[in-house]
């Protein structure tokens, strides 16, 4: 397949299987495109009678200009007689990793911190971790499909969903290596998921939110708001505990989230109901000095993180089996439903795409982020939280004031 390749198609091309698009305007260069959706650059050449491919990088790493340069750089190379791959493959045969443990430190620095945005990084550190416990020491090429197998296994036993996360991590990371031709090994090819993930029911009634509400006010602070930011506002985890003093207007109540903290990759607005000035109001006074709204007493200048045990008492408080703070969005999205929000949005507040139908929305309506209907939604559902608790009025908005 032949296209003059523009950065947009580039960043946007996808296929149900791999295909190789060869630049119209750079002769040699092409694009390499993975149903994953894992995109690289190589040049192609002819040497000692032979068709050869060099592998430039990975996209977006390496852009669509930079390709171009080194395209060039490599056919100079060509005409002066001498073979870019075979250098290459020499250079790999003395540098190659040769154990799981070297392949997962390679991978975490050239895939997960540069092409990872840095909320995502510490999910898929955290399970390269398993696989790093287990395989360290492992040659690269020895690795079998039996030995994953049973690896996963014993984590699906009690975690399936985990299970299938770690899978998919460990499968990525065996693509790396034989996308750069580190090994012609990959035990996770067409391997068929592990964890059979079972629906869980999310339903919580108005005594268990009562429950969960007083549960949080025995945790310290600021872990205690942050969690109740979590049930009032129905915003993610990761988003809302890197928040910042300097992400808040205070003069129209919006937090605004910068497009790299988002899932969507996009700017997100959240309007701030009385019951999320409430909490804000009250926190000012302990971490207003600080960037993050969330600072870490244990770690200054950083936001909270890791919340396993945080999760565990909870539960334990409100007398909840299996609850996950992730509950917490689920409980504002049925609450919402149950207040006959629109259900576009609900989606808008969440910041779920399927759920605000972006899909169908038209061009003439791309500017326009729904900022008076999400602040109805969540102003209701503050009101609805605020009964549900106590009753009790919020309080007028006056951060740092």
């Known amino acids: 397949m032949e296209k003059n390749l523009t950065d947009a198609y580039v960043k946007t091309v996808a296929s149900p299987k791999r295909i190789e698009i060869f630049d119209t305007s750079k002769s040699g260069l092409a694009l390499r495109v993975n149903p994953s959706g894992y995109k690289s650059f190589f040049y192609r050449y002819r040497f000692g009678g032979k068709i050869k491919r060099f592998t430039i990088g990975g996209y977006p790493s390496v852009s669509l200009a930079e390709a171009r340069r080194r395209a060039d750089e490599l056919r100079v190379q060509v005409h002066a007689g001498e073979d870019p791959q075979g250098e290459k493959q020499r250079l790999k045969n003395k540098e190659a ?32 971790n398993k696989i790093r416990k287990k395989f360290s020491k492992y040659s690269v090429d020895e690795v079998t499909r039996g030995d994953v197998k049973r690896f996963l296994k014993k984590i699906a036993d009690k975690q399936p969903y985990n299970a299938n996360r770690v899978q998919a991590i460990f499968s990525k990371m065996y693509s790396f290596a034989f996308e750069e031709e580190y090994t012609d090994n990959h035990p996770l090819k067409r391997l ?22 007083q549960a949080m006010e025995e945790e310290r602070e600021p872990t205690q708001s942050l969690i109740k930011l979590l049930l009032i506002t129905g915003q993610r985890l990761g988003e809302t505990s890197r ?56 770690k200054d200048g950083q936001p909270l993180s890791y919340f396993r045990q945080v999760m565990d008492r909870i539960e334990k408080r409100a007398e909840l089996e299996d609850f996950r ?39 003439r309506y791309i500017d326009y982020d729904y900022l008076d209907e999400k602040r109805d939604a969540l102003q209701k559902w503050s009101n609805e939280l605020d009964r549900i608790i106590s009753g009790k009025k919020a309080n007028i908005f006056k951060i740092g004031g």
């Open 325 to 363: 703070l992730h509950d917490l969005r689920h409980i504002v999205a049925t609450n919402m439903q149950r207040l006959k929000i629109d259900f576009m949005h609900i989606g808008k507040v969440l910041n779920h795409k399927g759920m605000a139908k972006e899909y169908i929305v038209t061009s």
């Open 97 to 128: 990793p040769k154990t799981i443990g070297e392949l997962a430190d390679l991978f975490e620095e050239e895939y997960i911190e540069r092409e990872l945005k840095e909320s995502t990084q510490s999910s898929y550190k955290s399970r390269l």
């Open 192 to 213: 068929s998921k592990f964890g059979e993930e079972e629906t869980r029911d999310t339903n919580y009634y108005p005594e268990d939110i009562r429950n969960l509400w």
């Open 243 to 298: 928040m910042k003093w300097a992400d808040i207007d205070t003069e129209n109540a919006l937090w605004i989230i910068p497009k790299k903290e988002t899932k969507g990759d996009r700017v997100h607005v959240v309007p701030l109901s009385d019951k999320a000035i409430e909490v804000l109001e009250r926190l000012h006074e302990l971490t207003g000095e600080k960037d993050y709204v969330f600072n870490s007493p244990k």
